[in-house]
Structure formats: structure tokens, C-alpha cells
């Protein structure tokens, strides 16, 4: 007996469900297909450049009070033993860092992290600073550096360490001339110490690399390879997600999952689940002089570096990357990139320091 199909009918219903589907499961098919056969769309090379094109030179705002400070980030009389000096941890010639895997306090004790380069951080020296924004800006890390320091050398109490440091610089003719004209009738203390520093910070640029050659349109400056490097940093290794810019940072903090119990920015801002594990990113530039790398110099070298956001580290909740796929050439031509971000020649010589008469 034939069977008579209704409109109303619930095998009629299934049939039109079933024919929905199968036509929904045709047409993604087919949009999965296309997707395969057409090609990627173009990388915009000449766009890409033009977002890593270096700005002039900041103007310096103030010359004298920079140039004070120039003095004072050399000179080992600023912290309390009288052997330590900004310099010691952030070497001109390593782009304003050190190769050391832990920073020295002022006693030569080992701290629990490498120390950041200061290269170009005058662009962001009105930011939170270190590796976990603890310091509102550049000034007070200054401070706080210089007071640790003296602290850690033995001098006790915060106002004592501080007035040994700023009682020695008085006596020193030369600083307090420089002092009276940079910062005219300020008293020379911490804060005016900080201010000098934080003013010479400002001024540290950047060598010209040969990728700013390259940029402002030398093709020979790099190689292919870092050519080939240059695309992958900005498309399928997703690098300039996070080191963005002619400086090759974001000025943010992010988790990059590694296997640490130092909850970085997590100390500072408890109620944001992404800032948990999360440390300031790190300027590029140079970035091949001061192995080994990350805050807790876990890394080796660049191949790790490169090694280690392949594998995407630990899998926490505010990972900011996850796992890539490069195979060698590409992990090769990353590395070469890499390398063409070196200042020539990166840093300055060390100055004459104001002697006691």
C-alpha cells in the first residue's frame, strides 16, 4: 500500500531536516575547498616597513640635566659601597643590558632576575617599569634601584643609605656646579639624582641597524633570509603581536608560558587573569648582543627563543601565544632577522667622572 506524504507530517519534517543539513554540509565543503585552492591574501611589504620606520631622535628637554646623568649612570660613587653604578648592570656595549643570567645588589648578591635593557626607553620611561611594572615610571625605578642598593650594602634605614649617597656627591665640586645648573636652587638629593638619570635614560637611541638601512630603502643591507625572517615575525610567527613598532614592543606585559613560579605583573594587578606570569615585553633591538634571554634568563639563545614559542610553554589561561609550526629554514630565517635589529655601533664610551679636590 503506497504511503500518502502530508506537509503536516513528522516524516515529512525529517526528510526537509535531513536535506537542510546535507545541503549545509555541502556548502562547507565547498568553502573549505575554496579556501585550500585560493591562495593567501598578499603580505603588504611596503605597509609592514612603514610600521617599523624609526622616528627621528626625541629632542632632548633638558642638555645639562641630561648630561648630569650621563655622569651619575657611570659613576660608582652613587651607590653605597662605592663600587656599583648603573652601568654595571646595563652595559652600553650588550644595547644597555647585561649577559649576566642575574642582576648583583650592590653587595654582590645575586637578584631573582636578569636586568631589562634600557635601550629606547625613553619612549616608555613615563610607563610602569621592570620586568613587572612594579614602579610607576623610570623615575621612581631609579630611585627605588638607588635605595636598594645602598640598603643591600649595608647602610640601614631608607633616609640614612640615601643622605650617605647624597653627602658624598656634595662633596664633590664639579656635581654640584653641574646640579645648581640643571636643576637651579633644587637641593641635591634622591629625587634630584633620579631626575638626572631618568633625563640621560631618555637619550639612550638606538643604533642605526642595518634593518633601519634596509627600511629606508637599502636592499642589500640585510639578507634574504632576514627578508624571509621579516615576513614570518610579522605573519605566521605572530612576533609582532606582542614586539610591535620601531622599538619591537608593545610597552605591555604579557605570559609567554613559561614554566615560572614568579607571578610577575600577577603581584601588582591581582583581579586581571592575564597578567598572571606575565612580565614587561623587552625591546628587540640588539636583542642578539645579551643572551641569555627572558626575565629568568632560561634561555639560551635565539634558537630557543624561537624553539620555546613553537612549543607554546606552559598552557596557562592568559597565555598570550600559542604553539607555532616553523620548520628549520624558517626558525633559521627568524634568527637572521634577528640579528640585523644591532645598532653599529650600539652604546658610548665611558666619560670622565668629576674627581674630589
Known sequence: MKREVTGGGPWHQAVLLATAVAASVALALHLVSTARTQPPAPFDMLAAKAAFQRPPPAPIANPPLAELGRLLFWDPRLSASGRTSCVSCHQPWLGWATTEARSRSDSGAPTPRKSQPLIGIGYAADLPGGWDGARSSLRAHVRASLTVGAMSAGIPGADPEAEAIMARLRTIPEYVAMFAG??????IDLDAVARAIDAY????EPGVAPFDRWIWGDEDAISASAKR???????KARCATCHAGWRFTDDS??????PTTDRGRGKHVTDVAAMLFAFKTPTLRSVALRPPYMHDASLVSLYDVVAHYESGGVARPGRAIGPLTLNEPQRLDLIAFLQTLTGVREGEAPPRLPAVE
Not at 229 to 234: E, I
Open 182 to 187: 640643571a636643576l637651579p636652587g633644587a637641593p
Open 229 to 235: 625572517g621579516f615576513v614570518l615575525f610579522n605573519t
Open 201 to 204: 635614560a631618555r637619550t639612550l
Open 253 to 258: 606585559f604579557h605570559d609567554i608560558g613559561l
